[in-house]
């Protein structure tokens, strides 16, 4: 017996062309269209409450239910993904980062984004990093440019090996705070110097998630300061609960069952335990599969990415759907 769950992942949902940053890897105002239109035609979209129901044996779900997830907390959620959900009469499940809309800060992950999006070469960027290595290595204790590249720079099914080298590196393997004063001077060089009102532009206010909450959508934690949670110390992971939870409160959530989306994918069994202790209902990942209700730890569920579907109301079912929905 099973019970399977589809869980879909977005980030970006906009359109690029004409802004400064068309490289940005994003989707689509169409492509999202025609996307939610392929999944009402062979899903059934189904709440972030119901799904909770199910994973705690007080409800049932469809065998070819799916959730709507949407992650980081960007503008495009509240102007974009809203008004549309909202008029079909459909959930999303939104997962913000506090510290960004606290703060006005542009959170490190997409201070990368716009950097690789400003049209500034890779090979070049690896260049500046290699650069920054050099300058700062012995009083860092750094390992070489060879090792860490060997270490860090292989391809996935979304970036080049260059790009996960980047990535990672300004994201977790330089040691703070030279990781984050490195970032920062190449944020200003290739994107600008006014980052709280970049921030402001691409990040919905604590005032906008109220306003999702009382239309119908879930609103979760997504941590405080966007850290690889498996990567700092329990002492760590328990102010990044807490102060995510003191955020939900602000916005209004019910915090007897509140929800986590874990940054990066990344979390560790000391964080499991926290969350339980914490009353966590659902945790999820960035594994790419459909989730089981029956056999998946709730704190552990895999998500699949808008790129796993089709964006077209009118394609074939692709294997992720025919796995659920095909006839027995």
């Known amino acids: ?29 169409k492509d999202f269209t025609e996307q939610v239109a392929y999944i009402q035609k062979h899903y059934v979209v189904i709440t ?40 079909l009469g459909l959930q999303g499940s939104f997962f913000p980062p506090a510290k960004a809309i606290r703060t006005n800060e542009v959170l490190g992950v997409n201070k990368i984004h716009f950097i690789l999006a400003s049209g ?40 080049t090996g260059e790009v996960i080298f980047i990535k990672r590196m300004l994201q977790r393997d330089i040691p703070d705070p030279l990781r984050t004063e490195i970032l920062g001077r190449l ?10 009102g ?28 966007h850290y690889f949670l498996n990567s700092v110390s329990g002492k760590v992971q328990e102010g990044e609960v807490a102060r995510s939870l003191d955020f939900l409160y602000d916005v209004g959530c019910d915090l007897s069952s509140w929800t986590m989306c874990y940054p990066f994918g990344a979390y560790d069994q000391s964080l499991l ?43 074939e079912p692709n294997k992720w759907t025919l796995r659920v929905t095909a006839p027995v």
């Open 120 to 159: 500034t070469d890779p090979q070049r960027l690896v260049a500046e990093i290699n650069s920054e290595l050099d300058a700062h290595r012995d009083q860092n204790k750094l390992e070489s440019n060879e090792a860490y590249f060997d270490r860090l720079a292989h391809p996935n099914r979304f970036d």
């Open 1 to 29: 017996m099973s019970t399977p769950v589809s869980i879909v992942m977005y980030h970006y949902v906009r359109d690029v062309q004409s802004t400064p940053y068309p490289e940005l890897k994003v989707l689509s105002v």
């Open 273 to 315: 335990r926290l969350l339980r202790r914490n009353g966590c209902a659902v945790g999820l990942t960035t594994r790419p599969e459909i989730a089981d209700l029956e056999t998946d730890d709730a704190l552990e569920l895999p998500r699949l990415d808008t790129n796993d579907l089709p964006k077209d109301r009118g394609a």
């Open 187 to 196: 944020f200003r060089k290739y994107v600008g110097e006014d980052e709280e």
């Open 48 to 87: 972030m409450e119901a799904l909770i129901a199910a994973a705690q044996g007080r409800g049932e779900i469809p065998g070819n239910a799916l959730l709507l997830t949407f992650d980081d907390g960007y503008r495009d959620h509240y102007e974009t993904v809203f008004p549309m959900l909202r008029d």
């Open 198 to 225: 970049f921030s402001k532009q691409l990040y919905m206010s604590i005032e906008e998630l109220q306003e999702l909450r009382a239309g119908g959508m879930h609103v979760g934690s997504h941590g405080y300061d």
